[in-house]
């Protein structure tokens, strides 16, 4: 990042209060640095042969102070071995899956990147195409499913990491439930790449390679996930150590499912169908399985082994999955934690045992956090519709009847072209627009698009109006921008996230492993630092970026 774009974001202090420890969270944190570190072998003379991000969709910051005393394994080691940056945070709006994986994989924020929602909408077909979608491939079944339209990082305007280190001779690989996780990971090609087909397996697509990959197939092939059909989600832990009830008022429920534990992936006289697969993802067994296949992923490939730098890219899914549905402060979600901390805990013993300590680093973030229940806190939700009528009832008398809203993605509002270039020209109506969006309950603030493309919107000293800009991307986002107030929702589901609020901003910033500096650090950061970082202790030259060199967290 360069030195503007350092000023431009938000420092530590826009989201400290949130980021306080409490004394319960250091103590349970104390009890990990109660035991050595395992002994590191001298610095290599060379730098480490395999980059590994790991991403987990939709965990908060304070999910690692929360929860700390559950944690025993992977969480547990990364934060006592590894260099946590704890203030990090993104700096923009749209905190959503594919903007925040973009933003990982290619160390920029959407205004360059051009991921600025899962989904945009397209005036020149006038559809809402997912940010992955492209029309020219076609999925590639590892399952047999039948092909369909495939996904690639033709919308992804900058260069990934992985698809970097592969132009230097290298492999990448990427892996997740969704493709808007793994292919923004890796970016315009890949060795391999996978992610979840919602029918019932897993796909790549003619964007990456013409066939199977062999060793994938044949992993695939061994680990079945309907092996999986008959296991019951128990909490792991005794119900003591889970905080709060396991069943709360707002909490929603995954079909098949009640509200508190235990939860079934079968169903009695059931089979394999839709329903199973998702509870499957909705549970930790996925994270789990993508565990398991990034570890047979090293071993097949012999990842760091190499004379070139690897790359190996994975987004565990469970936790966004589980926490749209019963929220932040679940047993769920406090359960789905301890498992992934484990199964993370087993990934970085394996890159010890087969790539071998000082020969990898890792990265760990996340794409977004999650806000509270609605129900829970005293605010509410925000209907489209309603902010859609709101500005239908200041247009319509200027223009005459119509459709003048042609859609409402999230934050993001787009014109039909008559009132786009009246309000470019009408400042009076304008305003009034704006002010229309402004008295819609739970809305608090409100943009004109155009005006938040520019740098000096980026380096503004208005944080709501400096986020929104680091989030807007000509083309692509909405003639107008709106923003909640906290805690509002603009969606029907549980709960959710993608505003400028630190609980959807803050995430972990974790670095470990080769020329790693152990320690905790309250330096502005944000997940856009974890690409140029990472190539900097592999030595992989890239392009350039809007984060920064973490110098602080190498040795």
């Given amino acids: 990042m360069t030195q503007q774009h350092v000023d431009a974001a938000p420092g530590p202090g826009s989201v400290r ?27 290599r ?17 304070d999910y690692l102070q929360w929860y700390a005393s559950n944690y025993l394994a992977g969480f547990a080691r990364l934060l006592r071995e590894g260099a946590w940056f704890t203030e990090a945070a993104y700096p923009y709006l749209n905190t959503i899956t594919c903007a925040g994986h973009s933003t990982i994989g290619t160390g920029s924020f959407p205004y360059r990147h051009g991921m600025i929602l899962n989904n945009w909408f397209d005036r020149k077909t006038g559809k809402s195409p997912y940010c992955t979608d492209d029309p020219t491939v076609t999925e590639i079944s590892y399952n047999n499913l039948s092909p369909v ?3 690639s990082g033709k919308l992804l305007l900058v260069p990934a990491l992985g698809e970097q280190i592969m132009n230097r001779g290298g492999r990448s690989v990427a892996l997740s439930l969704k493709p808007r996780s793994a292919v923004t990971l890796t970016g315009h090609k890949a060795t391999a790449v996978v992610w979840f087909d919602d029918r019932g397996g897993w796909t790549t697509s003619t964007a990456f390679t013409k066939t199977p990959v062999p060793f994938l197939q044949a992993f695939i ?38 509200g508190s534990f235990p939860h079934p992936l079968a169903v009695p006289g059931g089979k394999p169908d839709s329903d199973f697969y998702g509870r499957w993802q909705r549970s930790p067994y ?8 990034a570890a047979a992923s090293i071993d097949a490939l ?20 589980i926490g749209h549905v019963y929220g932040p402060r679940s047993h769920e979600i406090q359960d789905a934690l301890i498992r992934l901390d484990r199964t993370i805990g087993r990934l970085l013993e394996h890159l010890d045992a087969s790539v071998g300590p000082g020969n990898y680093v890792v990265g760990l973030s996340a794409d977004h956090g999650v806000a509270e229940i609605p129900e829970q806190v005293g605010a509410g939700r925000i209907a489209s519709k309603t902010v859609t009528t709101a500005l239908q009832n200041v247009l319509v008398p200027a223009l005459g009847p119509g459709t003048h809203v042609l859609s409402s993605a999230y934050t993001n509002i787009y014109l039909d072209e008559a009132a786009r270039k009246r309000l470019s020209k009408d400042k009076t109506l304008r305003e009034a627009a704006l002010t229309a969006l402004r008295s819609v309950q739970g809305v608090k603030f409100a943009f004109w698009g155009p005006d938040l493309g520019t740098a000096s919107a980026r380096a503004s000293s208005d944080p709501v109006r400096r986020a929104a800009a680091f989030s807007h991307y000509p083309g692509r986002s909405g003639d107008l921008i709106i923003a909640p107030e906290e805690n509002w929702l603009m969606s029907t589901a549980v709960t959710t996230h993608g505003t400028q609020y630190a609980y959807d901003q803050r995430v972990p910033v974790i670095f470990f492993g080769a020329s790693v500096r152990t320690g905790w650090y309250t330096e502005a950061a944000t997940p856009a630092d974890l690409t140029p970082t990472l190539a900097a202790v592999a030595k992989v030259r890239i392009a ?7 110098t602080t967290a190498i040795r």
């Fill in 45 to 61: 003379a060379t730098p480490p042969r395999l980059v590994v991000i790991l991403v987990v969709d939709q965990m908060r910051a």
């Fill in 286 to 293: 996925s994270d789990e399985y993508l565990g398991r296949m």
């Fill in 302 to 321: 012999k990842l760091g082994k190499g004379a070139a730098t690897d790359f190996l890219g994975v987004s565990f899914s469970a936790v966004d999955g």
């Fill in 17 to 43: 209060r949130s980021a306080q420890l409490t004394v319960a969270s250091i103590c349970a944190l104390a009890v990990w640095f109660a035991f050595p570190a395992p002994r590191v072998s001298a610095q």
């Fill in 149 to 151: 339209q495939g996904d």
């Fill in 221 to 258: 092939d061994a680990n079945p996930m309907t092996a999986d059909y008959d296991k019951v989600w128990e909490r792991s832990l005794s119900p003591s150590a889970y905080q709060g009830e396991d069943q709360v008022k707002g909490e929603g429920k995954v079909t098949g499912w009640t």
């Fill in 544 to 550: 350039r970026t809007d984060g920064r060199v973490l």
